[in-house]
C-alpha cells in the first residue's frame, strides 16, 4: 500500500488565528452582543457618553483583549492539532504498510507451514507408516506394519536371526576343530606311538621332538612291511638272475669241453662266477636280518 499522508514543514499559525479573531468578532459573538447592548443603552438614555466610552473601554476592550488572547491559544492548539494529526496519519500509514508487510509475512509462513506439514507428513509415512489415532483422546491406536522403522525393525530381527545362526556355525566349526585337533593326536599317537615336543622360542614352530616309548606304531609296521616288500622284490631279482646265469651255464656246459674250457679269463669262466655270486645273493636276501638286501 502505497504512503499516501504527507507532514507540511510549515505552521499556518496567522491564518488560523485571523480566522479565530475574525470569528469572534461577526455574527453572534460575545463582542456583537455587547457592542450592540451598549448602544441600545445609549439610545434609550440608560447611559451617557462619558460612561459609554468607559464601558467601551473597560468591557469592550477587555472582551478584544480577551478575544485575542484566547484566539492566539486556540490557533496554537488548532495548529498543534493539525500536525499531531498529520503525523498520525503518516504513523497510521507507516503502521498500514507494516501490517501490510505483516500479513505478506505471514502468508509466507503460512505457505511454509504448510509445506513443512506436508513434508512432515511424508516423513512420518516414510519413517512409520500409517496411524490409527483415537479421535477423542488423540492417542495411537495401531501402525502400519511399513516405513523405515519397521524395515529397521525387520533388519534388527534378521540380524539377531543370522547371529544365532552364524554362533551355532560357529559352535559346531569349533566341535569340528575339536575332533580334527583329537584325530591328529591320535592318528599321531597310532602312527607314530607317545611323543612329546616343544615349541621354538623366537615362534618358528617346532623345536624338538622326543618319543617316549618303544611300543610298534602304525609307522614301524609300514617300515617292517616296506622291508619285507624289498626283501621280496631282491629274492625274486637274484632268483631270476640266477635261474637265467644257470641256463646259460648248463648250455655251456652240455656244449663239451671242446667249445667252452673255462680256463682263466674266459667268458664262461665269468659266467660261473656270475652263478656263484647270484646264489649266494639269494641267500642272504632269504635270511631275517633287517639288512637282507645286498649291495652287489
Not at 615349541?199 to 619285507?228: C, H, M, P, Y
Request: charge should be negative; aromatic fraction near 6%; hydrophobic fraction near 40%.
Amino acid at each position: 500500500m502505497p504512503n499516501t499522508s504527507t507532514v507540511t514543514p510549515s505552521v499556518d499559525l496567522l491564518s488560523k488565528y485571523s480566522a479565530i479573531v475574525k470569528e469572534s468578532l461577526s455574527g453572534d459573538s460575545i463582542y456583537i452582543r455587547a457592542k450592540e447592548t451598549v448602544q441600545d443603552l445609549v439610545a434609550e438614555g440608560s447611559i451617557d457618553d462619558s460612561k459609554k466610552a468607559e464601558i467601551i473601554s473597560s468591557v469592550i476592550g477587555g472582551i478584544v483583549g480577551s478575544i485575542t488572547s484566547s484566539s492566539m491559544s486556540a490557533a496554537l492548539d488548532w495548529a498543534k492539532y493539525e500536525k499531531e494529526l498529520e503525523l498520525k496519519k503518516l504513523e497510521l500509514d507507516q503502521q498500514l504498510a507494516i501490517l501490510e508487510q505483516d500479513k505478506l509475512l505471514k502468508t509466507a509462513q503460512v505457505d511454509q507451514v504448510k509445506i513443512q506439514t506436508r513434508l512432515a507428513e511424508v516423513e512420518s509415512r516414510r519413517m512409520f507408516g500409517v496411524g490409527t489415532f483415537d479421535v477423542n483422546t488423540g492417542a495411537l491406536l495401531s501402525l502400519t506394519d511399513e516405513g523405515k522403522v519397521w524395515e529397521d525393525m525387520l533388519l534388527v530381527k534378521q540380524n539377531t536371526i543370522n547371529a544365532t545362526t552364524e554362533k551355532t556355525l560357529l559352535d559346531s566349526k569349533i566341535d569340528e576343530s575339536k575332533v580334527a585337533i583329537h584325530k591328529v593326536v591320535a592318528d599321531t599317537y597310532t602312527n607314530f606311538g607317545n611323543y612329546t615336543f616343544s615349541f621354538d622360542v623366537s615362534g618358528n614352530g617346532l623345536n624338538s621332538v622326543t618319543r617316549l616309548d618303544s611300543s610298534k606304531t602304525l609307522s614301524d609296521t609300514q617300515r617292517d612291511i616296506a622291508v619285507e616288500q624289498g626283501k621280496g622284490y631282491t629274492y625274486n631279482a637274484w632268483a631270476n638272475s640266477l635261474t637265467g646265469s644257470a641256463s646259460v651255464l648248463g648250455t655251456a656246459l652240455a656244449a663239451g669241453s671242446d667249445i667252452f674250457t673255462f680256463g682263466a679269463g674266459t667268458n664262461e669262466l665269468a659266467l660261473f662266477d656270475n652263478v656263484v655270486q647270484c646264489a649266494k645273493n639269494l641267500k642272504a636276501a632269504s635270511s631275517n636280518a633287517t639288512g637282507a638286501v645286498p649291495t652287489y
